[in-house]
C-alpha cells in the first residue's frame, strides 16, 4: 500500500497478488518522474545530502508503522557493494527517520550473506528466486529482535522481494511483527 494517514492511499496489484511477511507497509512517492531522478541520484549519483529531505518526506508517510518502541532497520548491502558505493542509501534514510521519530536505528541488524546480481531486469520469480536465503539476522544483534516490531527501511520497492527476504529474517529471528517504509514504489 501506498501512502500515508492523509487519506491517499493505492493498494497495489503486486501486493495484492502475493501475501507478504509484513503487516503493513508504506511509501512516501511513486516512483517516476523526478521521485525515480532523486532515488537514482541518492543510489548511484553519490547525493547523500538527499537522504535528510527524503528521510522527512518518509516519516510524514511512514506515521502509521513508526510507533514508539520500534525499531528502525535498513535493508543491507552485500559488503563487495558497499565498498563500491561507499554508503547504504537505506542507511542513511533509516538513520534520519530514528533521528525524526525518536526510535532506536540498528544499522547492521541484518546481514546480506551473499552477493546477489543487480536484479533490475530480472521479473517478479526470479528476483524471489536470487534472494532466498541471501539475508540473516546479525548474530550480535539477536537478542535485540527477540518480541522486538521492526520496521524496514529501503529507497525503492520493486516486486518486494528484498523486503520479503529481510522480513522473514526478522520473523524466523523472532520479530513480534515487521512493517516496511520505503522511499519510493514502483508501479
Same mark, same amino acid.
Given at each position: 500500500? !501506498?501512502?500515508?494517514?492523509?487519506?491517499?492511499? @493505492?493498494?497495489?496489484?503486486?501486493c495484492?497478488?502475493?501475501?507478504r511477511p509484513?503487516?503493513?507497509? /508504506?511509501?512516501?512517492?511513486?516512483?517516476?518522474?523526478?521521485a525515480r531522478?532523486?532515488?537514482?541520484?541518492?543510489?548511484h549519483g553519490?547525493r547523500t545530502? @538527499?537522504?535528510?529531505?527524503?528521510?522527512?518526506?518518509?516519516v510524514?508517510?511512514? $506515521?502509521?508503522?513508526l510507533?514508539e518502541?520500534? %525499531? !528502525?532497520?535498513p535493508?543491507?548491502?552485500?559488503?563487495t557493494?558497499?565498498? *563500491? &558505493?561507499?554508503y547504504?542509501q #537505506?542507511?542513511?534514510?533509516a538513520?534520519? @527517520?530514528?533521528?525524526?521519530?525518536?526510535?532506536? +536505528? %540498528?544499522?547492521?541488524?541484518l546481514v546480506?550473506r551473499? /552477493?546477489?546480481k543487480s536484479?533490475? +531486469?530480472?521479473?517478479?520469480?526470479?528476483?524471489f528466486?536470487?534472494?532466498q536465503?541471501?539475508i #540473516?539476522?546479525?548474530?550480535? +544483534? @539477536?537478542e *535485540?529482535?527477540?518480541? *522486538?516490531?521492526?520496521?524496514? !527501511?529501503d529507497d525503492?520497492?520493486?516486486s518486494?522481494a528484498?523486503?520479503?527476504?529481510c522480513?522473514?529474517?526478522?520473523i524466523?529471528g523472532?520479530? $513480534?511483527?515487521?512493517? %516496511?517504509l520505503?522511499?519510493? &514504489?514502483?508501479?
Amino acid at each position: 500500500m !501506498i501512502g500515508g494517514t492523509d487519506g491517499f492511499r @493505492i493498494e497495489c496489484d503486486a501486493c495484492m497478488a502475493r501475501a507478504r511477511p509484513w503487516a503493513m507497509g /508504506r511509501a512516501a512517492l511513486l516512483y517516476e518522474g523526478q521521485a525515480r531522478k532523486l532515488v537514482l541520484s541518492l543510489k548511484h549519483g553519490d547525493r547523500t545530502d @538527499i537522504a535528510r529531505p527524503a528521510g522527512k518526506w518518509m516519516v510524514l508517510a511512514g $506515521r502509521e508503522v513508526l510507533k514508539e518502541g520500534r %525499531v !528502525i532497520v535498513p535493508v543491507p548491502l552485500h559488503w563487495t557493494r558497499f565498498m *563500491r &558505493r561507499k554508503y547504504n542509501q #537505506s542507511a542513511l534514510l533509516a538513520q534520519v @527517520i530514528a533521528d525524526e521519530a525518536g526510535l532506536l +536505528h %540498528v544499522p547492521d541488524l541484518l546481514v546480506r550473506r551473499r /552477493r546477489t546480481k543487480s536484479l533490475d +531486469h530480472d521479473g517478479i520469480e526470479a528476483r524471489f528466486a536470487a534472494m532466498q536465503g541471501a539475508i #540473516s539476522v546479525n548474530p550480535k +544483534h @539477536i537478542e *535485540r529482535m527477540h518480541g *522486538r516490531e521492526i520496521v524496514l !527501511i529501503d529507497d525503492v520497492m520493486t516486486s518486494g522481494a528484498t523486503l520479503t527476504a529481510c522480513a522473514d529474517a526478522c520473523i524466523s529471528g523472532g520479530a $513480534r511483527e515487521v512493517c %516496511v517504509l520505503v522511499l519510493c &514504489r514502483k508501479t
